[in-house]
């Protein structure tokens, strides 16, 4: 009959998730909320079994770039992409999101997304040197026949993505998946290098091209494009 007071302590970044309090039949006992993580109940003539759980508490990630803002549809992505350590931005306070990303951004984007790991392979083109900060993400993606280059032992690390090479980048990182479905676009021939990359995307939802059944293969992705 005593009124016993359960007073919950979740650790820093917790919030309790949830409180139960049971008699010896297993039978739950009312609690009574008294104030923020205080809870009181009846005491029954046995004994009790209290159990807690809890969880993260969800913050909004802070948003370090003055370029982009909520009602962007890459904001999250590009947050989502600075928490992960997949970019840090042009600058400290900049991510140039409309700015063409890279050949080179892209594999270091996709590089980092799968954990930077360590490479074996070594370095077939002659316009990526050992000090750049690309270099080691460009030979992963030759290690996982994500990428060959654009021929004559080149790379062509600053060039402009283009929407069709980002596709097969990914596609290939995913491991290359057999694509189905009928081709949405117009200018995606089924003879193109990139098409079964192009309806992989699709389907997966990660594109939905440019609008009036075009998918651009050969316009430069952007960096807000890319992220998301």
Same mark, same amino acid.
């Given at each position: 009959?005593?009124?016993?007071?359960?007073?919950?302590?979740?650790?820093?970044?917790?919030?309790?998730?949830?409180?139960?309090?049971?008699?010896?039949?297993?039978?739950?006992?009312? @609690?009574?909320?008294?104030?923020?993580?205080?809870?009181?109940?009846?005491?029954?003539?046995?004994?009790?079994?209290?159990?807690? %759980?809890?969880?993260?508490?969800?913050?909004?990630?802070? =948003?370090?770039?003055?370029?982009?803002?909520?009602?962007?549809? #890459?904001? *999250?992505?590009? @947050?989502?992409? &600075?928490?992960k350590?997949?970019?840090?931005?042009?600058?400290?306070? @900049?991510? &140039?999101? =409309?700015?063409?990303?890279?050949?080179? +951004?892209?594999?270091?984007? !996709?590089?980092?997304? $799968?954990? %930077?790991?360590?490479?074996?392979? &070594? /370095?077939? #083109?002659?316009?990526? $040197?050992? *000090?750049?900060?690309?270099?080691?993400?460009?030979?992963?993606?030759?290690? +996982?026949?994500?990428?060959?280059g654009?021929?004559?032992?080149k #790379? $062509?690390?600053? &060039?402009?993505?283009?929407?069709?090479q980002?596709?097969?980048? @990914?596609?290939?990182? /995913?491991? $290359?998946?057999?694509?189905?479905?009928?081709?949405? #676009?117009? *200018?995606?021939?089924?003879?193109?290098?990139?098409?079964?990359?192009? !309806?992989?995307?699709?389907?997966?939802?990660?594109?939905?091209?440019?609008?009036? /059944? /075009?998918? %651009?293969?050969?316009?430069?992705?952007?960096?807000? +494009?890319?992220?998301t």
């Open positions: 009959g005593d009124t016993v007071t359960i007073t919950v302590k979740p650790d820093t970044g917790y919030e309790l998730d949830e409180l139960t309090v049971t008699d010896k039949d297993g039978d739950e006992i009312k @609690l009574t909320e008294k104030d923020d993580n205080k809870f009181t109940f009846k005491m029954p003539g046995s004994k009790v079994t209290v159990e807690a %759980s809890f969880k993260l508490i969800e913050t909004e990630p802070e =948003n370090p770039f003055t370029d982009i803002s909520k009602s962007d549809y #890459f904001y *999250d992505a590009v @947050l989502w992409a &600075a928490d350590g997949i970019t840090s931005g042009v600058t400290d306070t @900049l991510f &140039a999101p =409309n700015v063409s990303c890279t050949r080179a +951004q892209m594999v270091t984007f !996709l590089w980092r997304a $799968s954990g %930077s790991p360590e490479i074996g392979t &070594a /370095n077939p #083109f002659s316009d990526v $040197s050992s *000090d750049a900060y690309y270099y080691d993400a460009v030979l992963w993606a030759v290690e +996982q026949g994500i990428t060959g654009t021929g004559d032992g #790379f $062509s690390p600053d &060039a402009p993505c283009t929407r069709a980002m596709a097969t980048f @990914l596609w290939r990182a /995913n491991g $290359s998946p057999k694509a189905d479905g009928a081709n949405p #676009f117009t *200018d995606v021939s089924a003879d193109a290098y990139y098409y079964d990359a192009v !309806l992989w995307a699709v389907k997966e939802g990660i594109t939905s091209g440019t609008g009036g /059944n /075009n998918f %651009s293969p050969d316009a430069p992705c952007t960096r807000g +494009q890319i992220v």
